[in-house]
Structures are given as structure tokens and as C-alpha cells.
């Protein structure tokens, strides 16, 4: 064992936490519950050993913005395992982590590469940072109805286009496990100096195994927000900031990440942030390997099943020359048309009636994520669900009419920014089609708007709306289910605001 791989067998900042647990401190500071000495009903089902660790403890366990002890070790352990210079952990998960570097990275009006399947956090960043977006319209796979990566081509075309961009963002993987030629996307970008950022929610398990899609880090990318809890094992809500280069500067993070972050971190978020790691740099490999085994099983077992479809490394080709460079074959993208049911429908039905839990529910498909603490008794869970749904609702030539959208992304005619400032007022929906709009729609899971402030609201824009309100799925706005806020135009004069012209869309 090297001294590299050593260094990994230490939890700095858990064992500290541990240790001043055991100390036994008189508390006299917060947490009011008082390291586990009030009762109440939370404590008294999970045990009020949990509470101690609850510990503010601002001597001994370090300060998060000002890292300098245990948790500095912690961090660059952290850093060390995913072969990055530098690292943050995040007790605001992946969205505080999004805000961060978006915010350290971008100036006001300056522009930034994206695609427009971005999550919700990244149009808060816009917001907040007053970057502008040049959107790039990612691979759509119209028959599935979800959205893939980006063709490298369409990006590099957008730096050419746009030359003096900041930045470049890249979903690493999206949601459903699908990414972009990451590397090549890198090198364009850096050839033109402009910083590349990588959202890696979904993506952290990528750092601990040659099976899967390339990292950010690996492919040289100058940033990522990534959450561990969702690959890799940690508590909900934690994830890593990592960094490396010198395009992104280290302060500017440091100041955007107490922005961000509360200033009472839990310490059971960040001790479990240290356990995920080293669990996951010692035995990540073994882990990833045998969740890819339990993927291949399930996805083996599943396409036997009468109106079920799977999809594995098989969909590259299909896809071929499109936004679909590689796929993480721990996800599950299941395809319930044949079920004759929706994948809403189908992500109720099979909680119901088989205590199943899927990820998420959209149009055609549902998800299943296979992570570092799934069983084979798991998989065979799923497995005896579908073919219950199967008994139950598959019909011969019974196949759901799904509408085929064509998914033309509205038009963004102010900034996020502008548009969020800007004096609004809330109309019906039906009665909002060529308005701009002054709101996020989106639905979630999986947290994708479906309209950003600052587009123009289209007919297809208002038809998705409607689909998922009537088929079931959690549509998230400010207004009411029926209305839209959009910008009151007679009241606004910011007209030097506007990217485009009227005429230009």
C-alpha cells in the first residue's frame, strides 16, 4: 500500500467529531437540544446518539469558510481522491455548489456556453450573477422524449460565434446518465481561454472507477460542483466543489461559497462527506464494479418482461453522431410505453403496489439508480414489480400514444437577471404565448425548466406545461397552475437590456 493510498484510510475530521464526542463537553453553545440531552420524538425513534453528534463544536472540528484544521485535511483528501488541486464540501448540495462557482467564475453581462437542460440552480446562478447565456440546444431524443448531451460541434460553433464568452458549462452526466465528448469540449474551450464549469450531480462516481464515463477533473475542466450523496454514499445534501488550474482564482470561490453556505454547517453532513471519500477511494472500484454487474443483471432480467425496454451501451449506436458520447450504466432508463402506461403512471403503480422506489417519472420512461449500497435483493425487487405491472396492464399492440414533442426551446430575449427585475404581472397561460417570460416553470424531478425568465413563452412551451399538469407530473412555478408571471412591458424601460429585437426572433 503507497503512501498516497494510506493517506486515504484517514477521516480526519469524523474522527475528530468522534473524539469530541467522547470527550464529554459541558455544552454551552448551540445547538439548543444540547449534544442530545432533550428528548423529543425524532430522538427517541432514531436514538439520541445521533443528536451528540450534532455538535457545534467551534473548538477542535475547524471552521468551513476558513479552513484551516481538520476539515482543510479533510478536503484535500477529498482533492487528492479525485486527482483535483482543491476542494469545498458542500452542506448546500450541488445547487449551493452550482451557485458557487457560476458566481466566482462570472461577472456581470459576461456570457456563458450552456445547454439549455440545464437544472434550476443554474438559472438561479444567472440571476445572481447577471451572466448572460448562450444557450446550445441539446441531442433530443424525440421518441423517448428526453434530452442527451451536446454535439462537440454545436459548442465549438458556439465559441466561434461568441468568442469573447467567459465560460463554458457541461452537464457531466445529465440525469438519465448520458455524456458530451467532455474532453474535446475542454480542449476548444481552453484553446480560446475560456473556463470550463461542469455540473456533476449526477456524476461523482465517475472519479472511482475506468468503467464509467471520463470526470471532469480527468478531462481537465477548471471546475465542478459534484454530489456525493447521490453516487457515492454520503448523507442527502452533501457534495464537493473541486477545482484545479489557475483560470478559476481560489479566493473568488472562497468568497462565493460563504455566500452560499449557512454559517452553522451540519457536522454530520461533513463527517459524512469524509467517510463517503474514503470508503469510495479505497473500495470504489470494487463498489462501481459489481453496481455494473447488478445493472447488467437487472437490465438482462427487465427486457424479458412483456412491454418493458431497458436501454444499456447499445444506445450510443443508436444515437450515433449525436450528443450521446458515452452513458453510466448504473441508471436504468426504462421505457414503459409498452406497458401501455405513462412512466408517471408507472412510477406511482409500482410504489404502490410493490413498494418500489424509482428515481423519477417522466413521459415515456422512469429511472433506477443503482448506487454503492444496492443488493441484488434490490434488483430483484424491481425486477418482480415490472412483471407485476406487466400481468397487470400489458396488452398485445397496447403501447401508450405518447405525443411527440419537438422540444424547440423558447427564445431568451433579456438576461435572467434583467428579466427577474424587471416590473411583471401574471396572466393565464393561454393568454401568455409571446410574452417574456418573468418566471421559472419547470418539472420536477428532474428540476429541467421548461421556461427560464427571459424567454418568450411559446406554444410549445405551453403545451409541455399542460402535459405534465394533466398526466400527473409536479409542475414548480410562483403562480398558480393555470397563470404565468411574465414581464408588464408597458411599465418597462430597460429596453437596452434586450439581446435581440422583436424582428430578429
Keep these: 500500500m503507497n503512501d498516497e493510498t494510506n493517506k486515504q484510510e484517514q477521516t480526519p475530521y469524523l474522527s475528530a467529531l468522534i473524539d469530541y464526542v467522547k470527550g464529554n463537553p459541558t455544552p454551552f453553545d448551540v445547538p439548543g437540544h444540547k449534544l442530545g440531552g ?68 462570472l461577472y456581470s453581462k459576461d456570457k456563458i456556453i450552456l445547454p439549455r437542460n440545464i437544472h434550476k440552480s443554474v438559472v438561479n446562478a444567472l440571476i445572481v450573477s447577471g451572466a448572460i447565456p448562450i444557450f446550445v440546444k441539446p441531442d433530443i431524443d424525440e421518441d423517448l422524449g428526453i434530452a442527451c448531451g451536446m454535439k462537440s460541434e454545436d459548442v465549438i460553433a458556439a465559441m466561434d460565434e461568441n468568442p469573447t464568452a467567459k465560460a463554458v458549462f457541461v452537464i457531466n452526466p445529465t440525469y438519465f446518465g448520458i455524456v458530451s465528448d467532455l474532453k474535446k469540449i475542454v480542449d476548444e474551450a481552453h484553446k480560446r481561454n475560456m473556463i470550463v464549469i461542469c455540473d456533476e450531480a449526477h456524476g461523482s462516481n465517475f472519479y472511482f472507477s475506468d468503467e464509467l464515463p471520463c470526470s471532469a477533473m480527468a478531462a481537465g475542466a477548471d471546475i465542478t460542483a459534484m454530489s456525493m450523496h447521490k453516487n457515492s454514499g454520503s448523507l442527502t445534501q452533501t457534495s464537493l466543489i473541486m477545482m484545479q488550474g489557475n483560470r478559476v482564482e481560489y479566493a473568488e470561490v472562497k468568497r462565493a461559497f460563504a455566500m452560499f453556505s449557512s454559517t452553522s454547517p451540519n457536522p454530520l453532513l461533513l463527517a459524512s462527506l469524509d467517510a463517503a471519500r474514503k470508503e469510495m477511494a479505497l473500495h470504489g472500484k470494487e463498489l462501481i464494479h459489481e453496481n455494473l454487474n447488478l445493472a447488467k443483471y437487472a437490465r438482462e432480467e427487465l427486457n424479458k418482461i412483456p412491454g418493458v425496454a431497458v436501454y444499456g451501451r447499445e444506445y450510443i449506436q443508436k444515437r450515433n453522431n449525436s450528443g450521446v458520447y458515452g452513458i453510466d450504466e448504473t441508471k436504468l432508463v426504462i421505457d414503459t410505453r409498452g406497458l401501455g402506461l405513462y412512466g408517471y403512471e408507472v412510477y406511482r403503480k409500482i410504489r404502490e403496489l410493490c413498494n418500489v422506489q424509482m428515481e423519477l417519472g417522466e413521459v415515456s420512461v422512469v429511472l433506477a439508480c443503482i448506487g454503492p449500497g444496492s443488493k441484488k435483493e434490490h434488483i430483484d425487487a424491481l425486477i418482480h414489480g415490472f412483471k407485476v405491472l406487466s400481468e397487470k396492464y400489458y396488452q398485445k399492440d397496447g403501447r401508450a400514444d405518447i405525443p411527440q414533442y419537438k422540444y424547440s426551446y423558447p427564445e431568451n430575449l433579456v438576461s435572467p437577471r434583467v428579466a427577474y427585475d424587471a416590473p411583471h404581472k401574471v396572466v393565464y397561460l393561454k393568454d401568455s404565448i409571446g410574452e417574456i417570460s418573468a418566471e421559472t416553470v419547470m418539472a420536477y424531478p428532474p428540476g429541467i425548466p421548461l421556461v427560464i425568465p427571459g424567454e418568450i413563452i411559446t406554444d410549445d412551451a405551453i403545451r409541455l406545461i399542460e402535459f405534465y399538469k394533466n398526466e400527473g407530473g409536479e409542475v414548480l412555478k410562483d403562480t398558480r397552475q393555470d397563470q404565468i408571471k411574465v414581464i408588464d412591458r408597458e411599465n418597462w424601460y430597460l429596453n437596452d437590456d434586450l439581446l435581440h429585437s422583436y424582428k430578429e426572433l
Design 38 to 105: 432533550m428528548d423529543n420524538d425524532l430522538s427517541r425513534y432514531i436514538s439520541k446518539e445521533i443528536f451528540a453528534y450534532d455538535a457545534n463544536a467551534p473548538i477542535g472540528l475547524d471552521n468551513l469558510y476558513n479552513a484551516k484544521g481538520v476539515l482543510k485535511e479533510a478536503q484535500d483528501l477529498a482533492a487528492q481522491a479525485c486527482k483535483a488541486e482543491r476542494c469545498f464540501f458542500s452542506v448546500n448540495g450541488t445547487t449551493g455548489g452550482i451557485l458557487t462557482v457560476i458566481l466566482a467564475c
